[in-house]
Nanobody, 121 residues
Framework: QVQLVESGGGLVQTGGSLRLSCAAS????????MAWFRQAPGKGREIVAA????????YYADSVKGRFTISGDSGKNTVYLQMNTLKPEDTAVYLC??????????????WGQGTQVTVSL
């Protein structure tokens, strides 16, 4: 069983910053990549950023490019999302995700419980 625990969400004003963390654990945890998704009220889940451990490949949604940075520590099975210049439209529940070893970069199997990010005007 894989467990993902997020932290770092909260309330911030427009233009502010937050840093999310996600720690993965589990006896058989082995994920080639980890990612952050978000889900706003009434909207579907969307991928925000992803990081491949071995190659360092990253992906960012167009809406966050230049503002968000994904990074991680593979030895600690921890991934971070630095969010700068936050906008009200970034308000959502942010979920950490991991994948089974053979999965494609954009396919994820395990999910954290989510952390709320609220950006006020």
């Amino acid at each position: 069983q894989v467990q993902l625990v997020e932290s770092g969400g909260g309330l911030v004003q427009t233009g502010g910053s937050l840093r999310l963390s996600c720690a993965a654990s589990g006896r058989t945890f082995s994920s080639n990549a980890m990612a952050w998704f978000r889900q706003a009220p009434g909207k579907g889940r969307e991928i925000v950023a992803a990081l491949a451990w071995s190659s360092g490949r990253t992906y960012y949604a167009d809406s966050v490019k230049g503002r968000f940075t994904i990074s991680g520590d593979s030895g600690k099975n921890t991934v971070y999302l630095q969010m700068n210049t936050l906008k009200p439209e970034d308000t959502a529940v942010y979920l950490c995700a991991a994948q089974k070893p053979w999965r494609d970069f954009f396919e994820y199997d395990y999910w954290g419980q989510g952390t709320q990010v609220t950006v006020s005007l």
